[in-house]
Every structure is written in C-alpha cells, then in structure tokens.
C-alpha cells in the first residue's frame, strides 16, 4: 500500500518524539549511582546535554515541518497548473461552440467556400484563432504547462495555421500587415514549435 505524504510526516513525528523523550533519557540516565545533585538519577550535565539535544531535535523538526509545507504548495501548485491546463486545451473536443466553428470552417475549406470568400467566414475564424491566442498566452505567462499544450496542439495548431495559406489575407505571407498579425502568441509559440524550440 502506498504512503501518503501525510502518513510519512506523521511516522516521523512519531520517531522523533520517542527519540526524545524515551530513547536520549534512556542513554544518558546513570544507572549507577553518582551521588548527591542529581534529579531523577541525572546530574545538571546530563539535563543540560538532553536540553541542548532536544533543542537541536525541535529546530530540526521545525525546518522538517516548513521543508515539508514548502514542498506541499509547490505540489498543489503544480498539480492546480497541470488540471487547468488540461482543462483549456480539452475545450478543443467537448466546447460545443467550437466544435461547431471547426465543423462550419471544415466544410468550408473541402468545398472551396473558404478560398474563395474568406471575409464570410471571418468571424468563426477570428474565433477559433482567438482561443489558440488565449493558449499561448497562458503558455507564455506560465499559467498553462508549455509540454502539455505542446503535446495537445501542436500539430492541430500548426494545421489550422498552414491551411490558411493562400487564402485572402489570412495567408501568414502576406506582405504587410495579414489577419494572422492579430494573433502574434499564437504565431510566436507554433514558430517555436516549428524550429523545434522548447515552449
């Protein structure tokens, strides 16, 4: 059965407070008589060396406890980071909305719709090239995981990019000012992924 980070942390607290308070009075407890001076068979040296161990046990469990709180809010974090992004980028397959734009702009380029009056088509375009912008954006502010989107993306991104080539001045070569231009994150990132650059 697997531990849990919280099991593990409770075991050793458990450790520790025996080592303490069980096991160093055990060592330094003089089973041999030593005289007068003494309370419970210890002498002051042997209070004050248990003193001074159980105030370097006591910072050592503390700095254990924050290490550990530390690691546990860069896990959430993490874990927090990883759901959100997965969540974006499964919007792609189950938004109903897109999956309509992707299906009107699919039908579009097979017929030659798309080619031949792009401006029509315009607002499911700036739609869909508005939520692979949000994306990148995400990507480049560290909100969404770089690999994960990556993995998602990069070819459908790459496609939908490609395929406007050509088409009114939606194509990425266009001299000048182009469509593309407004959705320079989007562009940024599938340039890196085309050079073969990390996210």
């Known amino acids: ?5 919280q099991k593990i942390a ?12 069980i096991v160093l009075p055990l060592m330094y407890f003089p089973w041999k008589p030593s005289g007068q001076n003494t309370f419970w068979g210890l002498d002051s040296t042997a209070w004050t060396a248990i003193g001074a161990l159980s105030n370097a046990a006591y910072c050592a469990l503390t700095a254990g406890l924050l290490v550990f709180a530390v690691y546990q809010v860069l896990s959430t974090k993490e874990d927090a980071k990883i759901t959100r992004t997965l969540a974006a980028c ?13 299906r009107r702009l699919s039908i579009a380029y097979n ?17 869909l090239f508005n939520y692979f912008e949000s994306i990148a954006i995400g990507v480049a502010r560290g909100h969404y995981d ?11 991104m790459n496609s939908h990019i490609e395929s406007m080539n050509g088409i009114g001045n ?6 000048g000012l182009n ?15 085309k050079n073969g650059r990390a996210s």
């Open 1 to 5: 059965m697997k531990c849990t980070d």
């Open 10 to 21: 409770v075991t050793g607290l458990l450790i520790l407070a025996v080592w303490i308070f």
């Open 90 to 102: 499964e919007r792609y397959d189950i938004d109903p909305v897109l999956d309509r734009i992707t």
């Open 111 to 127: 017929n030659g719709s798309l080619h031949a009056n792009a401006a029509r088509c315009a607002v499911d375009l700036n739609s």
């Open 146 to 156: 770089a690999e994960i989107v990556r993995d998602q993306f990069e070819t459908i």
């Open 170 to 175: 939606w194509s990425s070569g266009t001299p």
């Open 179 to 193: 469509d593309m231009d407004h959705f320079d994150k989007m562009m940024a990132l599938n340039a890196k992924w």
